[in-house]
């Protein structure tokens, strides 16, 4: 946020370094008001004079500020940066304030017959967010109009968190090798198994070999962002890829905070890798 700073932190994490805003508060000051001395400032700041003080030779070192006709003023550089730091304080903070946004109802699928104004628990249950009778829940809300198991119910008064439990996601690596096995196809489904949730192929000999190994759907585009949001909400995954492609796709899922992920080469289950 400082010009020559060295720091990439914009916003409100480059308010952290000491001393930043009581540099943008005098900045400010001095291009709004006319100053001619520290301590009706530092007053207005709620600082010591001498943090003042400190903030001007610190601004006056990079030629932000100057003494011209004995006020203290921006420079051009300094109004520039002035501008430049407030601009992305503000977006970065409409930004956190559009995620906080507060909401008051939402619908869900009812897991039983609901009444209006009878009290319900929210969960996510297979990625769908459902309502079931009672109020024990950490999420909790209470029905709008009455609704009938499984179809879509309104409810209002929402207070809690739904709590979000990330769904493991498995990965199964097919060896260049493995492409002229005639029996593949049957290994990926012993492979399978009764996997639940996503099932996706990364790349075309992924997708060759699970076409053979099930009649499921299979998802193939958007691999990555698919499953990682799969995983966030609780639904687990199952995807396919060679060898060649499993770097590509680990770096697609992400490094930070990743969902828990096993990688497993196919056939070999004792031979694989896990990152959880």
Excluded: C, N
């Excluded at 304080?89 to 897991?111: C, N, W």
């Excluded at 609704?147 to 493991?168: K, N, S, Y």
């Excluded at 009764?194 to 075309?204: C, P, Q, T, W």
Aim: glycine share 10%.
């Amino acid at each position: 946020m400082r010009a020559g700073s060295g720091s990439s932190a914009e916003g409100l994490p480059g308010l952290r370094r000491g001393g930043t805003v009581t540099e943008l508060l005098f900045l400010y000051e001095s291009a709004t008001e006319e100053l001619t001395q520290l301590r009706p400032v530092a007053e207005r700041l709620g600082v010591t004079v001498q943090a003042v003080s400190h903030s001007f030779r610190r601004l006056k070192e990079r030629g932000f500020v100057e003494v011209r006709d004995g006020r203290y003023r921006p420079t051009v550089e300094g109004m520039a940066w002035l501008h430049g730091s407030l601009d992305r304080l503000g977006t970065d903070v409409r930004t956190r304030i559009d995620r906080l946004q507060v909401i008051r109802s939402t619908r869900a699928i009812a897991a039983t017959d609901l009444r209006a104004g009878e009290p319900v628990s929210l969960e996510l249950e297979d990625g769908l967010l459902t309502a079931h009778r009672g109020a024990s829940g950490s999420s909790r809300g209470r029905v709008v109009r009455t609704a009938r198991r499984g179809e879509l119910v309104e409810v209002g008064e929402l207070e809690g968190i739904v709590p979000l439990r990330p769904a493991r996601i498995s990965v199964r690596t097919i060896a260049e090798a493995d492409l002229d096995d005639p029996g593949l196809g049957k290994r990926v489904a012993a492979a399978l198994g009764r996997a639940d949730g996503v099932l996706a192929a990364e790349g075309l000999e992924a997708f060759q070999a699970l076409r053979r190994a099930t009649d499921r759907p299979v998802l193939r585009f958007g691999v990555a962002a698919a499953v990682r949001q799969a995983s966030l909400i609780g639904v687990p995954s199952t995807v396919v890829v060679s060898e060649r492609d499993l770097p590509r796709l680990v770096a697609a899922i992400g490094p930070t905070d990743p969902p828990r992920l096993d990688v497993l080469p196919l056939g070999r289950p004792h031979l694989g890798r896990r990152r959880s």
